[in-house]
């Protein structure tokens, strides 16, 4: 069993004063895909040292902001930083690795792609939201390039868009804001419909509403359970297949939480 876990550790220095290390110890994932690292990549291995994990990893270049990685048991064969749209804003967003899954005696030598992605949040009626829809055009692009190779490939990470109704306590107010938009939520359409990658937090989550993946820190969003499914592992069919466990590792109260976003956990069969 090949256990991925992704999360949104909303700067990885706070999430580590906040338990984030007793969680991973206790959750022991082969991979851990990471965003808003908010990180220089000699503070990364500070926390997840590279005796123990192969590490990829895009900074972005607004210090304080952003971050992507990818932290794997195993070993790495290739990784692929960013998108090259030319954007400043869309550094620390992209990071792909190809991993490497030995043979046992009833499986033969395996790669499985990973991607830990971070989509720009947006702000209805400001720059960032053009930023967030040419960034979703590249990622639409690399995503359809990667599918056409038909292998195991798994983009993981926090999308920043509830794709229907059920991922969005409040969705009947929300449907003007950044993250429901209908222009937003297209591109997940386009990506399940057309290139043919799977939710599996939906397959696996049942018909809904939730689970849910992020609650504001503010209010009684997250004891109240008003949140959102923002943060998705996304399969080709190759890999959704393959899949045994879906879980969202929602802390037990309030009080225990390392970060608003909860990890996705995902174990595959290989």
Known sequence: MLTIATVNVNGIRAAWKRGMGDWLTTRKPDVLLLQEVRAPDELLSDFLPTAEWD????????????GVAIASRLP??????GLATGNACDTGRWVEADLEVAATDT????????VSAYIHSGTVGTPSMEEKY???EAVTARMAA???DGGLAVVAGDINIAHRNV???NWKGNQKSAGFLPEERAYLDRWFDD?????LGREHGGEGPGPYTWWSWRGQAFDNDAGWRLDYQIATPAL????RSVEVDRAEEYAARFSDHAPVVVGYEL
């Open 146 to 148: 990667i599918a056409a």
């Open 134 to 136: 040419s960034f979703l």
């Open 55 to 66: 590490l990829a990893h895009e900074a972005s270049e607004f210090k304080g902001r952003a």
């Open 195 to 199: 290139l043919g990658w799977r939710d």
């Open 167 to 169: 991922d969005l306590k």
């Open 76 to 81: 790495m064969s290739a990784i692929r930083i």
């Open 107 to 114: 499986t033969p030598a395996r790669t499985v792609t990973v």
């Open 240 to 243: 959704a297949d393959l899949a």
